[in-house]
């Protein structure tokens, strides 16, 4: 893979929180349905390695079809390289937006398709490199939600450039725990935050957050965690109520009797 054009994702101290790093132009923005101003990681990929691999993938799959697959080598290299060049992913604060298009019908039908999953919904991110992956040096990223499973994750992206960085990113801006010296992309491409005054911005995607929005999240957090304790001392006085009621009607059958 040529990483040597990538840069590093650093927070700056400014006001806005900007985020440096990969970039998606305005077309590209607009085509994944986001605002020009939006904070956002742009996701690459390594277009070359991945095409090899999905077509080493389907000629396995039709390997009981030699001869035909040979046949369809050219339709299905043409088809996998539109599908592979075509796709355009970002991470922003709140979401993943994913843009991919494909051939149908013989490579007669393209349909594109853009699908967004928000941070706090996703359960797990998995890396995996299966033995045909790693002949093309690809791995397939994984995400998951409460609605998915292992078998039909909720998408993959195959052939993501610095995959496992990218799985850090996600969950730690799912999180929100930072990103203070974790290297990406190698020591060439340092992702790092830098803070200011405001020593409470711990979400690389996100601006500073005041000492006053800290403080009335507190309280809230307080707030609720109250009412749940009462909610609870509510639930067990309700039990306490139903076992005697159960015990004075199992002595009052008792007696009848």
């Known amino acids: 893979m040529n990483h040597d054009q990538k840069i590093g994702l650093t927070v700056n101290n400014d006001n806005k929180g900007e985020v440096a790093g990969p970039k998606l132009n305005s077309h590209e923005l607009e085509e994944l349905g986001l605002d020009e101003d939006t904070i956002h990681v742009k996701l690459e990929f390594d277009h070359t390695s991945t095409i090899k691999y999905l077509c080493c993938q389907t000629l396995a799959a039709l390997n009981i079809f030699a001869v035909l697959g040979l046949f369809c080598l050219p339709c299905c290299w043409f088809a996998m390289k539109s599908s592979a060049e075509s796709r355009k992913a970002a991470v922003t604060n709140s979401q993943i937006v994913v843009k991919s298009g494909a051939y149908g019908c013989f490579c007669c039908c393209w349909g594109e398709t853009t699908k967004s999953v928000a941070l706090q919904k996703i359960t797990d991110v998995s890396v995996s490199q299966d033995c045909c ?86 309280a809230v957090n307080q707030q609720q965690a109250q009412t749940l304790h009462e909610i609870k001392d509510v639930l067990v006085d309700v039990r306490d109520v139903l076992k005697a009621l159960n015990t004075t009607m199992s002595q009052s059958a008792a007696g009848g009797a």
């Open 133 to 218: 992956a790693r002949m093309f040096d690809v791995k397939v990223l994984s995400v998951q939600t409460a609605s998915s499973s292992d078998a039909a994750p909720e998408f993959q992206l195959v052939g993501l450039i610095e995959p496992d960085e990218t799985r850090k990113l996600v969950l730690k801006t799912r999180d929100n725990d930072g990103f203070q010296g974790m290297n990406f992309g190698g020591a060439s491409k340092q992702m790092t935050v830098q803070r200011g005054g405001n020593n409470n911005l711990n979400n690389p995607l996100l601006s500073n957050v005041s000492d006053t929005m800290l403080s009335q999240t507190f």
